[in-house]
């Protein structure tokens, strides 16, 4: 999970402020998409390029002043990144921006939102004509591919780039979900958004001049002017010297952007709009549906103290908002909206090796300080992948003496992988499946119907799932009210998490021989009992 910035000073602007000033209003905003770190590379055409790497929160960049800074240095353009926490990072010269360490108008700085699913091909390609390579980064694959496509087509002719074209090659060669900014050496700004459309790329032309690009609309809150979304397979290039920008289709066919769902549900500031609508709608939407479904299961103890509805930080207080709306019109159920659980460290801790999250969940997590003794709650939250964060909730809220445990989640089962940025690597590693392995033959067929299973297997995954997990109920929100509550209906929205049906061929290949070997396994298993 990542988040991309850029900023380009018009030459017609009579603003004081530089690139990097708009940065620092910017980057900030797009937090919630990593609070690992961030890095930016700077233009400017009298002083070459800048970069700034940190491991601080991408708030802090808003705080750099010039004893940080070059005084003299005003960037006419420049790209940022955001991170989070990441095993392929492995040193601080793996922080994005990365360059290709040329010199003069060769030189390239790349930034990306998203993931190659054929990453490993490309790379193994890149190798074999000798393009070194020095990290295990997506971003610098698609850094490689440029830099081979450059040279062999227009520095070694000493021909202007043409990026049209260049992208055009990147656009079919590459697997995956790609949101870019790219700078080069003449100050050129290049921003691709690939075919997939998965990871989003928004565009916005200030009254004071300036070009402003971000993975999210929110980046631009507070600031005037017009804002264009970057359609699949297609580029915006920024003459460093006229400012000339230049909107260009690089596809073979044209698409529809099907943002990824994890974008709606969890990854986008609540502000962000997608398609008209904000995420803090859809996601209170959401809790008042999710609420129908649960209150049922829910204990009626009219001498007992009302449940309290809490969330997951973070994320979680819309889904809980709309919950508690919802239940506090069921006459028979007694309910107050409270906070029972805070956070310690701003880390996600949805991406990383098994060891490190469990680690990072057990620092991450505590109690608020609410009494919670001999009290039912209900935990609401967007999804439920692992079950080890719940888990590890559950655990922490019965330990000081909660009565019960209920968790409300705000989307269906997630069923599938996720290779396009959100670093879910495999099948074996969500609950869902955990529980598959329990299941009798015919509900283990039934439930390889994934969105379309019987209610009545998937009261069954939920109750096991809530076992699992030490919870009094799991209650997900079904397929079909689900589909009815994303913006502008789910034509626009990739649903592979819940469906199994991945958004490029690359990636359903891989899912398919992932879940293939899944069952072989258990097949063998058993028939070794």
């Given at each position: 999970?990542?988040?991309?910035?850029?900023a380009?000073?018009?030459?017609?602007?009579?603003?004081?402020?530089?690139a990097?000033?708009?940065?620092?209003?910017?980057?900030?905003?797009?937090?919630?998409?990593?609070?690992?770190?961030f890095?930016?590379?700077?233009?400017?055409?009298?002083?070459?390029?800048?970069?700034?790497?940190s491991?601080?929160?991408?708030?802090?960049l808003a705080r750099?002043?010039?004893?940080?800074?070059?005084a003299?240095?005003?960037?006419?353009v420049a790209?940022?990144?955001?991170?989070?926490?990441?095993?392929?990072?492995?040193s601080?010269?793996d922080?994005?921006?990365?360059d290709?360490?040329?010199?003069?108008?060769?030189?390239?700085?790349?930034c990306?939102n998203g993931a190659?699913?054929?990453a490993?091909?490309?790379?193994?390609?890149?190798?074999?004509?000798g393009?070194p390579?020095?990290?295990?980064?997506?971003a610098?694959?698609?850094?490689?591919?440029?830099?081979?496509i450059?040279?062999?087509d227009?520095?070694?002719?000493?021909?202007?780039?043409?990026?049209?074209?260049?992208f055009q090659?990147?656009?079919?060669?590459v697997?995956?979900?790609?949101?870019a900014?790219?700078?080069?050496g003449?100050?050129?700004?290049?921003?691709?958004?690939?075919?997939?459309?998965l990871?989003?790329?928004?565009?916005?032309?200030t009254?004071?001049?300036f070009l402003l690009?971000a993975?999210?609309?929110?980046?631009f809150?507070?600031?005037k002017?017009?804002?264009?979304?970057?359609?699949p397979?297609?580029?915006?290039?920024?003459?460093?010297?006229?400012?000339?920008?230049?909107?260009?289709?690089?596809?073979?066919?044209?698409?529809?952007?099907?943002?990824?769902a994890?974008?709606?549900?969890?990854?986008a500031?609540a502000?962000?709009?997608?398609?008209?609508?904000?995420n803090?709608?859809t996601?209170r939407?959401i809790?008042?549906?999710?609420?129908?479904?649960?209150?049922?299961?829910?204990?009626?103890?009219?001498?007992?103290?009302?449940?309290?509805v809490?969330?997951m930080?973070?994320?979680?207080?819309?889904?809980?908002?709309g919950?508690?709306?919802?239940?506090?019109?069921?006459?028979?159920?007694?309910?107050?909206?409270?906070?029972?659980?805070?956070?310690?460290?701003?880390?996600?801790?949805l991406?990383?090796?098994?060891?490190e999250?469990?680690s990072?969940i057990?620092?991450?997590?505590?109690?608020?300080?609410?009494?919670?003794r001999?009290?039912?709650?209900?935990?609401?939250?967007?999804?439920?992948?692992?079950?080890?964060?719940?888990r590890?909730?559950?655990?922490?809220?019965?330990?000081?003496?909660?009565?019960?445990?209920?968790w409300?989640?705000?989307s269906?089962?997630?069923?599938?992988?996720?290779y396009?940025?959100?670093?879910?690597?495999?099948?074996?590693?969500?609950?869902?499946?955990?529980i598959?392995?329990?299941?009798?033959?015919?509900m283990?067929?039934?439930?390889?119907?994934?969105?379309?299973?019987?209610?009545?297997?998937?009261?069954?995954i939920q109750?096991?799932?809530a076992?699992?997990?030490?919870a009094?109920?799991?209650?997900?929100?079904?397929?079909q009210?689900?589909?009815?509550?994303?913006?502008q209906?789910?034509?626009?929205?990739?649903?592979s998490?819940?469906?199994?049906?991945?958004?490029?061929?690359?990636?359903?290949?891989?899912?398919?021989?992932?879940?293939?070997?899944?069952?072989?396994?258990?097949?063998?298993k058993?028939?070794?009992e």
């Amino acid at each position: 999970m990542s988040g991309v910035a850029g900023a380009f000073v018009l030459p017609s602007s009579r603003s004081k402020k530089t690139a990097y000033d708009q940065l620092k209003h910017m980057v900030p905003k797009l937090e919630n998409r990593g609070q690992a770190g961030f890095g930016v590379a700077a233009f400017m055409h009298e002083g070459g390029f800048q970069y700034t790497k940190s491991c601080r929160p991408p708030g802090k960049l808003a705080r750099i002043g010039h004893d940080e800074q070059d005084a003299r240095f005003r960037a006419n353009v420049a790209i940022a990144h955001v991170r989070t926490p990441s095993f392929t990072v492995k040193s601080y010269a793996d922080l994005q921006p990365l360059d290709n360490h040329k010199a003069g108008l060769r030189h390239l700085a790349v930034c990306l939102n998203g993931a190659l699913v054929n990453a490993d091909e490309l790379r193994e390609e890149l190798r074999t004509e000798g393009h070194p390579f020095s990290s295990k980064l997506d971003a610098e694959v698609l850094l490689r591919l440029t830099d081979r496509i450059c040279q062999r087509d227009y520095w070694q002719h000493a021909l202007p780039v043409d990026y049209e074209k260049v992208f055009q090659e990147i656009d079919r060669l590459v697997d995956g979900a790609v949101s870019a900014l790219m700078l080069d050496g003449l100050g050129n700004l290049t921003a691709f958004r690939n075919r997939s459309g998965l990871r989003p790329l928004e565009f916005m032309q200030t009254e004071d001049g300036f070009l402003l690009f971000a993975s999210e609309n929110s980046a631009f809150y507070g600031l005037k002017g017009q804002i264009d979304e970057i359609r699949p397979s297609h580029i915006k290039h920024v003459n460093g010297r006229t400012g000339d920008c230049l909107d260009r289709f690089v596809g073979r066919d044209r698409h529809s952007p099907k943002l990824c769902a994890y974008e709606t549900l969890y990854l986008a500031n609540a502000r962000t709009m997608v398609r008209g609508q904000s995420n803090l709608t859809t996601r209170r939407n959401i809790g008042l549906n999710l609420g129908r479904v649960l209150w049922p299961q829910l204990p009626v103890e009219t001498s007992s103290a009302p449940i309290i509805v809490a969330s997951m930080p973070r994320t979680g207080a819309p889904y809980a908002d709309g919950l508690f709306s919802s239940l506090l019109k069921q006459k028979a159920v007694l309910v107050e909206r409270d906070e029972v659980v805070a956070i310690g460290c701003h880390q996600r801790t949805l991406i990383g090796v098994l060891g490190e999250r469990k680690s990072l969940i057990s620092q991450k997590y505590r109690l608020n300080g609410r009494n919670v003794r001999n009290r039912n709650i209900i935990v609401a939250d967007e999804a439920l992948i692992r079950g080890d964060t719940s888990r590890a909730i559950t655990k922490m809220l019965l330990g000081a003496g909660a009565k019960a445990v209920h968790w409300a989640i705000g989307s269906p089962p997630i069923v599938a992988p996720n290779y396009y940025g959100m670093g879910i690597e495999t099948i074996d590693e969500l609950a869902f499946w955990r529980i598959w392995k329990t299941l009798p033959t015919e509900m283990r067929q039934e439930s390889l119907r994934f969105h379309r299973i019987a209610p009545q297997t998937l009261e069954v995954i939920q109750r096991k799932i809530a076992l699992s997990i030490n919870a009094a109920t799991v209650t997900y929100l079904p397929f079909q009210t689900f589909l009815t509550l994303l913006p502008q209906g789910h034509d626009g929205i990739d649903l592979s998490a819940f469906t199994f049906e991945m958004p490029t061929p690359a990636g359903q290949k891989r899912a398919n021989e992932n879940l293939s070997r899944f069952i072989s396994d258990q097949l063998e298993k058993k028939s070794s009992e």
